[in-house]
Every structure is written in structure tokens, then in C-alpha cells.
């Protein structure tokens, strides 16, 4: 099966906002705890739905929460 | 950061690995154990019995009701297990996806097996045309096991495919 070719940064925003559970952001994002789990391990790429809820359980914008592959942490492809 | 302690043993690691295995994961494995214990025995008699000639009616659809009670027995009950275990959460799209990749597999196979199915029949009545053992191929209970082995053959690739799928993230 073809690796998801997407990063995230959910686990240092997590620590970065009170240490919040993957729990917590699973009832935020309106998934279950093992999805979590699996996008933050980058094992399953999440629907742009998703990756919408989780930026804005954070409150902030997508880009720094998921990176495609080859691009920079700025944005920039 | 992290949401649990570092493992400090093995004991301590299963927790953790149970804790982090949805209900919905452990449903599917559960599933295929039991499908694999209730069905290897119950079509390895029905082979054995096949190949003796001694396959009759009465006899078979006694061991197929057991089998069957057996099944939704073994599953229900460890199913509520499960269920008081573990929380079990609506299905999110990560299930849904991987259920739908289950059941598109599963019914390849199914057609898959299907086609070949029916090939080895014509073949095995061909083969023994004219001969006693060409009606065996085309006897009714010898073509209703054949059905219901590629139902449970199929049944058997979702729940392992569930099974990887959720250990695999998708």
C-alpha cells in the first residue's frame, strides 16, 4: 500500500495547547481516538474535512498542521 | 505529551496496545477467529464425508445448525464482552473507509471464487461423464457446500482485511 506522502504537526500542538489528549482532540475533530492515532503516525491520510476539524481544534490555519511531502514547514512547494 | 505512561513491562505494553485497539478493530479479529474455529472443523467434515461418499442430508444439516448456533453463540457473547470492555464509538470515516475497502475485496473474491467454482464443477462432470462420481459434482448438497464455502471464504477476507486495515492505520 502507498505510504501517505502527508506530515503533521498534531503531536507538538498538542503538547503546545496544554498537553491535549489525543481524547480530547478526537471529541473535538468528531473521530474516534485510534483515527487520531493514525493521522498523527502519518498511517492514514485524513479527508480534507478532517484535516479542516483538527486545524481548527487548534486554531490555526491547515498549512501548519499538515505538510504535503517535499514541502517546506513554510507552505512553500 | 504523551497520553500514557512509557511501558515499563510487557504486561503494561498489552494494556496499552488493548487500550489503543478500537472496538471495532477487535470486533473484526474476533470475528475471523471465530468464522475460522466453527467453519475449518465443519468443512473438513463435510470433505471427509464428501470423499467417502457418505454425505446425506439429515447428517449435514445437523452439523450445519451446529455450526451456525456455535457461530452466532461464540459471537455474541464475546461481542457484549467486547462491548463492556471497550467503548464502542460511532463509525468515523477512517471505518467507514476501511469497511468499504473489506467489502469491495470481499467481493472480488467472492466473484473471483465464484467463476472458478463453477468451472471445476463443469470440469468434474465432464471429467467423470457417464461415470457415478460425475453426479456427485452436480448433486445438490455437494453444490450448496460449494456455495456456502465461497460465502464463508469471502466473509473470512473482510473481517482479515478489517483486521490489517486497522492495524496498518487504513
Same mark, same amino acid.
Given at each position: 500500500?502507498?505510504?501517505?506522502?502527508?506530515?503533521?504537526?498534531?503531536?507538538?500542538?498538542?503538547?503546545?495547547?496544554?498537553?491535549?489528549?489525543?481524547?480530547?482532540?478526537?471529541?473535538?475533530a468528531?473521530?474516534?481516538r485510534?483515527?487520531?492515532?493514525?493521522? @498523527?503516525?502519518?498511517?492514514?491520510?485524513?479527508?480534507?474535512?478532517?484535516?479542516?476539524?483538527?486545524?481548527?481544534?487548534?486554531?490555526?490555519?491547515?498549512?501548519?498542521?499538515?505538510?504535503? @511531502?517535499? @514541502?517546506?514547514?513554510?507552505?512553500?512547494? | 505529551?504523551?497520553?500514557t505512561?512509557?511501558?515499563q513491562?510487557?504486561?503494561?505494553?498489552?494494556?496499552?496496545?488493548?487500550?489503543?485497539?478500537?472496538?471495532?478493530?477487535?470486533? &473484526?479479529?474476533?470475528?475471523? /477467529?471465530?468464522?475460522?474455529?466453527?467453519? $475449518?472443523?465443519?468443512?473438513?467434515?463435510? $470433505? +471427509?464425508?464428501?470423499?467417502e461418499?457418505? %454425505?446425506?442430508?439429515g447428517?449435514?444439516?445437523?452439523?450445519?445448525?451446529?455450526?451456525?448456533?456455535?457461530?452466532?453463540?461464540?459471537?455474541?457473547?464475546?461481542?457484549?464482552?467486547?462491548?463492556i %470492555?471497550?467503548?464502542?464509538?460511532?463509525?468515523?470515516? +477512517?471505518d467507514?473507509? /476501511?469497511? &468499504?475497502?473489506?467489502s469491495?475485496?470481499?467481493?472480488?473474491?467472492?466473484?473471483i471464487?465464484?467463476?472458478?467454482?463453477?468451472?471445476?464443477? $463443469?470440469?468434474?462432470?465432464?471429467?467423470? &461423464?457417464?461415470?457415478?462420481?460425475?453426479?456427485?459434482?452436480?448433486?445438490? /448438497?455437494?453444490?450448496?457446500?460449494?456455495?456456502?464455502?465461497?460465502? /464463508?471464504?469471502?466473509?473470512? &477476507?473482510?473481517? %482479515?482485511?478489517?483486521?490489517?486495515?486497522?492495524? +496498518?492505520?487504513?
Amino acid at each position: 500500500m502507498k505510504h501517505p506522502t502527508i506530515r503533521n504537526q498534531i503531536r507538538r500542538l498538542r503538547f503546545e495547547a496544554g498537553e491535549m489528549t489525543q481524547q480530547s482532540l478526537a471529541d473535538a475533530a468528531g473521530v474516534t481516538r485510534q483515527t487520531i492515532i493514525a493521522v @498523527e503516525a502519518a498511517k492514514y491520510s485524513p479527508s480534507l474535512e478532517l484535516a479542516f476539524r483538527i486545524a481548527a481544534a487548534f486554531k490555526k490555519p491547515l498549512s501548519e498542521v499538515f505538510q504535503y @511531502e517535499g @514541502e517546506g514547514k513554510d507552505g512553500v512547494i | 505529551m504523551n497520553d500514557t505512561k512509557p511501558p515499563q513491562s510487557m504486561a503494561d505494553r498489552a494494556v496499552q496496545a488493548f487500550s489503543n485497539t478500537s472496538y471495532r478493530e477487535l470486533g &473484526a479479529w474476533v470475528s475471523l /477467529i471465530v468464522t475460522c474455529f466453527v467453519y $475449518v472443523p465443519y468443512f473438513s467434515w463435510v $470433505v +471427509r464425508r464428501f470423499l467417502e461418499n457418505r %454425505l446425506e442430508a439429515g447428517d449435514l444439516l445437523g452439523v450445519f445448525l451446529g455450526a451456525v448456533f456455535s457461530q452466532i453463540f461464540f459471537l455474541v457473547g464475546v461481542h457484549i464482552g467486547l462491548a463492556i %470492555l471497550l467503548k464502542d464509538e460511532p463509525r468515523d470515516e +477512517r471505518d467507514r473507509l /476501511i469497511e &468499504a475497502k473489506s467489502s469491495h475485496l470481499a467481493y472480488n473474491i467472492l466473484s473471483i471464487a465464484s467463476v472458478i467454482a463453477a468451472v471445476w464443477i $463443469v470440469i468434474g462432470s465432464v471429467r467423470f &461423464a457417464g461415470a457415478p462420481e460425475a453426479m456427485r459434482f452436480l448433486h445438490p /448438497i455437494f453444490l450448496s457446500q460449494v456455495f456456502l464455502f465461497l460465502c /464463508i471464504l469471502a466473509e473470512t &477476507a473482510k473481517y %482479515l482485511t478489517q483486521g490489517i486495515c486497522y492495524r +496498518r492505520g487504513s
